[in-house]
């Protein structure tokens, strides 16, 4: 009998009983002994478990240099930090209407909860079919004067979107810009890290992301009156270094621990190898399947100087895999051994809870025609940033295992 696909009974590319995948977070004995352990033990041994926050202070003055802004401040999640830059660049008083965000239909839902948590509508927008990101013309078309009020562009899957455009229409219409670098810590864009590029920059350290502590967030931004609104929004209200007692503003509780900033500040040290680490992977592993018929690898657009590959997006051609679907692919490759999946699958407009929202409230969230987002849910394939903090060998597994697939289901075309 000739070869057979890993999911029909073959033998598999990879045995990863025998060759199993970086797990993420690394947890290795040494960097918690030599590392981990040592910082967390002063936190406990400090008495200093959370306020004044002197770690938290402190990380987040290193993360601000990372990213080459004036201020940051660590808090509890992205989400959060998504909320607090949207409330402190619109100045918004907690209850007055935030007015229209507009975002890509191509993202994780936090873009977009995160908004209407502050009282925020939404409009959807198309996203570049190359580079997944915020389409700057579509951006253009669908601003209403008067009723948007700011932009939420995403560096998706570790991708810069292309801020100097999005820049430019936002600021021909007075809209504040706030990044969503969830997935992008250490990409850069035309030299300059993200979260330096807009007003304020968000970011995740959630358990799957680049930089983690298991949960976090952070804002990031070069504007004092920005940074002071995110410090009273994030601390119930309180000014920065003003009296326990004293709010003048309303604010909420997102403070992190201490735990939480000294983990990040081991981390830090190491994000920039690992973000090159998996840059080199990532560049390794297209050129290896360039040549594979129906699959397009991730394409790094212009002004993209340094790409996070917080994951690696396949595009792919199902004609080319004898019309099997892309969930059949997707069930082929792991049982290959090599772990992927379809990333988001619809455009977030169209997922249940947006769905459900704008059905109750129509006039709460718009949605610009979306074709790109709609072709890039059907045909994506992702594999996760881990994958590529393995070697180039392991990068030729999967390049070998998506070649198998993809000859072998082409030889047995579904019936039409
Ligand atoms: C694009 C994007 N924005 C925001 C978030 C929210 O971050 P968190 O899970 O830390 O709240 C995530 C994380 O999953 C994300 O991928």
Not at 33 to 48: G, I, K
Not at 249 to 273: F, H
Not at 343 to 371: F, I, N, Q, W
């Amino acid at each position: 009998m000739g070869e057979q696909l890993a999911v029909d009974g073959g033998t598999p590319i990879r045995d990863i009983a025998q060759r199993s995948w970086p797990e993420w977070p690394i947890a290795d004995e040494t960097l918690w002994s030599e590392r981990v352990e040592p910082a967390l033990r002063e936190v406990f041994l400090s008495h200093v478990e959370g306020l004044p926050g002197p770690r938290a202070e402190s990380f987040a003055e290193r993360f601000a240099d990372y990213c080459g802004t004036k201020h940051a401040r660590l808090l509890v999640h992205g989400t959060d930090a998504i909320g607090a830059a949207l409330s402190a660049v619109l100045d918004l008083d907690a209850w007055g209407e935030g007015g229209e965000v507009i975002l890509p239909n191509y993202t994780f839902i936090a873009t977009a909860s995160a908004p209407l948590d502050r009282r925020c509508t939404l409009a959807f927008v198309d996203i570049d079919p190359e580079t997944f990101t915020m389409d700057p013309d579509a951006l253009a078309e669908a601003i209403v004067p008067g009723r948007t009020r700011a932009v939420l562009p995403v560096h998706l899957a570790g991708h810069p979107a292309d801020m100097d455009a999005i820049r430019a229409v936002a600021d021909k219409h007075g809209l504040a810009v706030v990044e969503d670098c969830a997935q992008a810590h250490g990409a850069r864009y035309k030299g300059k890290p993200v979260g330096s590029l807009s007003h304020a920059g968000t970011f995740s350290f959630q358990s799957t992301k680049n930089l983690t502590s298991g949960e976090g967030g952070a804002v990031t931004t070069d504007d004092a009156d920005i940074d002071a609104r995110v410090a009273g929004f994030m601390d119930v209200g309180r000014a920065p270094r003003a009296g326990r007692w004293e709010y003048p503003r309303l604010g909420w509780n997102y403070r992190p621990s201490e735990y939480l900033a000294a983990l990040l500040s081991v981390r830090l040290e190491t994000l920039d190898a690992e973000t090159d680490h998996r840059a080199k992977m990532a560049d390794y592993l297209t050129r290896q399947l360039r040549a594979v018929p129906g699959v397009t690898p991730p394409i790094e657009g212009e002004g993209c100087d340094r790409h996070a590959y917080h994951l690696y997006c396949i595009q792919l051609d199902t004609t080319q895999f004898g019309g099997h679907s892309r969930d059949a692919i997707v069930r082929a490759l792991t049982a290959e051994g090599i772990p992927c999946s379809p990333g988001y699958t619809l455009p977030l407009s169209e997922t249940p809870a947006l769905a459900h929202l704008r059905k109750t409230y129509p006039e709460v969230v718009r949605v610009l025609p979306c074709p790109n987002a709609e072709r890039v849910c059907a045909n994506s394939l992702w594999l996760t940033q881990p994958l590529l903090l393995a070697e180039t060998e392991d990068m030729d597994d999967i390049a070998e295992a998506l070649v198998k697939v993809q000859r072998l289901m082409s030889c047995a075309a579904v019936a039409s």
